[in-house]
């Protein structure tokens, strides 16, 4: 039996590999506490989304325990990886696993490595989704890969995530979001530099408060 939605609430797929696997070119900056960092932004991405008024939920695609028990007191929902094949099959059964509830439902693919998200700037950029009826997407900061994927109630989410991202979503038929003013779903953190620049914009409390206790080597 499916379950009746607000079409202009938004259900959000997160994946995360297990943290002792994730971030692995943060290696450097992080050091030990790589794993912990990851987590750590998994945890301040999850929490902005589930502030943003336009959300209705969250699923996050992971096999690791410890992050899944902390996502779920979030709020999250979480699911194995049961595919196990990799990104873009977790997202696409997130995705599958959303609609088996709502079969109706409006969804978007979302970065872990967000920790600098702001609700109202993710609102914006899935109102912009919501215009008009298909498959949308926002680049990176870097404007090479991808943060957000968006599809709108019965189009398939489709995901192309990792490495040249931008370029395999523009090919594949979804439209490009551009908008000013939302950094913060743009800025995913992959490098030292990312970190930085995440620290500029300003982090979720959880990185924040590890990075006090734990100081990273991120450049300057």
């Not at 709502?102 to 609700?119: I, K, T, Y």
């Not at 993710?122 to 997407?137: E, H, K, Q, S």
């Not at 019965?154 to 979804?174: C, E, K, Q, Y």
Request: charged share 20%; with cysteine.
């Amino acid at each position: 039996m499916s379950v009746a939605v607000n079409s202009s609430k938004w259900s959000l797929v997160v994946p995360l590999k297990p943290l002792a696997e994730a971030k692995s070119r943060l290696a450097t900056a992080a050091g030990p506490v790589r794993p912990g960092l990851a987590l750590a932004f998994a945890q301040d991405t999850v929490a902005a989304v589930l502030a943003c008024p336009v959300v209705l939920d969250v699923t996050v695609v992971t096999d690791d325990p410890l992050a899944g028990t902390a996502l779920t007191a979030l709020g999250a929902r979480v699911v194995p990886d049961s595919p196990a094949a990799g990104l873009n099959a977790a997202l696409a059964y997130g995705a599958e696993q959303v609609r088996r509830l709502r079969p109706e439902a409006a969804v978007a693919a979302l970065n872990a490595d967000l920790p600098a998200l702001r609700p109202p700037e993710l609102a914006l950029v899935l109102d912009t989704a919501a215009r008009r009826p298909g498959r949308a997407f926002l680049a990176d900061a870097a404007g090479i890969g991808t943060t957000l994927l968006a599809a709108t109630a019965g189009t398939p989410l489709d995901p192309a995530f990792g490495g040249a991202s931008r370029a395999r979503h523009r090919a594949s038929g979804a439209r490009e979001i551009r908008l000013p003013g939302v950094d913060s779903v743009r800025q995913d953190v992959d490098t030292g530099e990312d970190l930085r620049a995440a620290l500029v914009l300003g982090v979720g409390p959880r990185t924040r408060e590890l990075l006090r206790a734990q100081p990273v080597a991120a450049p300057g």
